[in-house]
């Protein structure tokens, strides 16, 4: 059973940050990309960052220079670290990988439980 476990939310000041990180652990074959959605009560869930098997990144237009994504594929794990934190950015952070189980069998999409953010005076 493939399984995401987020870490490093919690409640920062304005102008802070936070480094989040994603493990991924069970039967990985490999994974094709990485990412993270944020999701907060009464908005739309926004695709915050992605990052492909060859490195290719997009950002959300929001958090474009103050947020970088990154992968290290030996050890399955993805981390955003989010700088000059806003009070807008408050939201649950969940993970995501697309990942392919076995040799010849097709790529699926699982997901963290996520890791909440808060950030206020």
């Known amino acids: 059973q493939v399984q995401l476990v987020e870490s490093g939310g919690g409640l920062v000041q304005p102008g802070g940050s936070l480094r989040l990180s994603c493990a991924a652990s069970?039967?990985?074959?490999?994974?094709?990309?990485m990412g993270w959605y944020r999701h907060a009560p009464g908005k739309e869930r926004e695709l915050v960052a992605t990052?492909?098997?060859?490195?290719?990144?997009n950002y959300l237009d929001s958090v474009k220079g103050r947020f970088t994504i990154s992968r290290d594929s030996a050890k399955n794990t993805v981390a955003l670290q989010m700088n000059s934190l806003q009070p807008e950015d408050t939201a649950v952070y969940y993970c995501?990988?697309?990942?392919?189980?076995?040799?010849?069998?097709?790529?699926?999409?699982?997901w963290g439980q996520g890791t909440q953010v808060t950030v206020s005076s």
């Open positions: 995501y990988a697309t990942i392919r189980v076995q040799r010849w069998n097709g790529v699926y999409d699982y």
């Open positions: 069970g039967r990985i074959f490999s994974i094709n990309a």
């Open positions: 990052i492909t098997s060859s490195s290719s990144t």
